[in-house]
């Protein structure tokens, strides 16, 4: 799509959600639940003027980016290990299949006495969610790659570090992304969880703590800007997947 035609697009987009906010905030007729825009937009400035919401953005991204990275690496390096070795898959598969099922606010309280409230509880509710999409995905590239393959490389000569170094991590690297791509999103979901539970600053606890003090045009500010941060999140990650990840398994750069 020319940039022309999609900028004009997300303009079209973001003018019928304006409106569509403005004509619902009039119908339900109590400004106090449903904030107009322009009381909305006040706050907003206010906010910002405050320093309290680039305070709030910080936090977030900065947990997220922490729990994120830990998350991807560790279920990278163990879809990567039990697609390698099958011993290891034999003996992790029951404990991944039983764990993916349980999301991360189950954890929260048993987290909370574990660790206490500090960051290290937060940023390990993140990391668990992380873990299991980036796991699965890169299990699904090792599975998925054919065996005449491998046998290949083994005739002609290629020892175990060449053909995982050769083979197997080049052809698992889209999954590997894949798997990020969707842990990303994860991720926010459960930093604002968290935050609104065992927080004081962040957007979830923007947002909660607008609630409880009936300010929902703070809570609205905060709502936007999950949403805008991770839509710049995934944003980015797309950009940095095509400018640079092709490389690693010989795509053309707009996979993502």
Known sequence: MPIAVAAQTYVVAVIVFLVAWEVSSRAYGIPLLVPPVEVTFRKLVQLVKQGLLLRDILWT??????????????????????????????MLEPYVN?????????????????????????????VYTSV???????????????????????????????????????????????G????????????????????DQG???LVINARLWMAMDEALVGVIFIGLLGLLADRLFGYLVNRYAWRFYGGTGSEM
């Not at 039983?98 to 940023?123: D, Q, Y």
């Open 98 to 126: 039983f764990f993916r099922f349980i999301p991360a606010l189950a954890w929260i309280s048993i987290v909370l006495l574990l660790l206490g409230t500090g960051e290290v509880a937060r940023i390990s509710i993140i």
């Open 61 to 90: 991204t900065g947990r997220v980016a922490v729990g994120f990275f830990i998350g991807s690496v560790a279920g990278a390096t163990a879809g990567l290990a039990m697609g390698y070795w099958p011993i290891i898959r034999r």
């Open 132 to 178: 299991s999409a980036v796991l699965i995905n890169t299990l699904a590239g090792i599975v998925s790659i054919p065996p005449a393959q491998l046998r290949a490389a083994q005739t002609f000569g290629a020892n175990q570090s060449q053909i995982f170094s050769r083979v197997i991590f080049p052809g698992t690297v889209r999954y590997i992304l894949t």
């Open 180 to 199: 990020m791509r969707l842990a990303l999103g994860s991720a926010f979901m459960a930093v604002i969880s968290a935050e609104m539970l065992v927080a």
């Open 203 to 205: 957007l979830g606890f």
